[in-house]
């Protein structure tokens, strides 16, 4: 994929674990195509009951998956299951039993991005509906969401200081997602260039 994106909210069909469906570019906006997407800020309906009652569907699926799993593999921990705006989050965290195998983690997260998938496929067979649920294993995904916080508002306040732009090192689409999030809060524009692996995020002055 070698188009050039800009978008606060991306997206990137072309990743296997991060699996959403292409959406239409805007005029003037093109969209970085990834799972990682959320609703659009301008005309996105928010989740309504039914979809939050399919939402925690998902996640009772996914936790039953994942328990399975766990057993099989003979492995300790417990899911905790939510809602988080427009999709279910479910984890693996530690249990009275035990810790959670960080092998569930895997280098860079990349265990727990093949876990994710397999998880949003079966919960896809029993519901009939593309899952866009995310999962975290031990905290991974909280604490790099974190570090990338504040990678992100350095980036911003450096871009904001000298009205130059900002390129950003390659990262994840979870990752990138978290910047374009931070970046249009703080009121400017990003943008997503370059192919995985070397995608990253680029902020541009206001």
Not at 9 to 24: D, I, W
Not at 83 to 94: K, L, P, S, T
Not at 96 to 104: D, W
């Given at each position: 994929?070698?188009?050039?994106?800009?978008?606060?909210?991306?997206?990137?069909?072309?990743?296997?674990?991060?699996?959403?469906e292409q959406g239409?570019?805007?005029?003037?906006?093109?969209?970085?195509?990834?799972?990682?997407?959320?609703?659009?800020?301008?005309?996105?309906?928010?989740?309504?009951?039914?979809?939050?009652?399919?939402?925690?569907?998902?996640?009772?699926?996914?936790?039953?998956?994942?328990?399975?799993?766990?057993?099989?593999?003979?492995?300790?921990?417990?899911?905790?299951?939510?809602?988080?705006?427009?999709?279910?989050?479910?984890?693996?965290?530690?249990?009275?039993?035990?810790?959670?195998?960080?092998?569930?983690?895997?280098?860079?997260?990349?265990?727990?991005?093949?876990?994710?998938?397999?998880?949003?496929?079966?919960?896809?067979?029993?519901?009939?509906?593309?899952?866009?649920?995310?999962?975290?294993?031990?905290?991974?995904?909280?604490?790099?969401?974190?570090?990338?916080?504040?990678?992100a508002q350095a980036?911003?306040?450096?871009?904001?200081?000298?009205?130059?732009?900002v390129a950003m090192?390659?990262?994840?689409?979870?990752?990138?997602?978290?910047?374009?999030?931070?970046?249009?809060?703080?009121?400017?524009?990003?943008?997503?260039?370059?192919?995985?692996?070397?995608?990253?995020?680029?902020?541009?002055?206001?």
């Amino acid at each position: 994929m070698t188009e050039q994106d800009t978008s606060p909210v991306e997206q990137n069909s072309s990743s296997l674990n991060e699996g959403a469906e292409q959406g239409a570019p805007a005029p003037d906006v093109t969209k970085d195509v990834a799972d990682d997407v959320t609703a659009s800020q301008s005309g996105a309906d928010a989740p309504t009951s039914t979809s939050a009652s399919l939402l925690e569907r998902e996640g009772e699926v996914a936790a039953d998956f994942l328990e399975q799993l766990l057993d099989i593999a003979d492995m300790d921990g417990d899911i905790d299951v939510d809602v988080d705006g427009d999709r279910a989050a479910v984890a693996i965290v530690d249990s009275e039993e035990g810790r959670v195998s960080r092998r569930l983690v895997g280098t860079d997260g990349k265990v727990l991005e093949a876990l994710q998938e397999l998880t949003r496929l079966a919960v896809q067979a029993s519901t009939g509906e593309r899952s866009r649920l995310m999962l975290d294993v031990a905290g991974f995904r909280a604490e790099r969401r974190a570090a990338v916080v504040k990678i992100a508002q350095a980036a911003i306040d450096t871009v904001k200081s000298t009205g130059e732009k900002v390129a950003m090192n390659p990262m994840t689409a979870f990752e990138r997602k978290v910047v374009h999030d931070e970046v249009l809060a703080a009121g400017l524009m990003s943008e997503s260039e370059g192919v995985e692996p070397q995608r990253h995020v680029v902020i541009l002055p206001a």
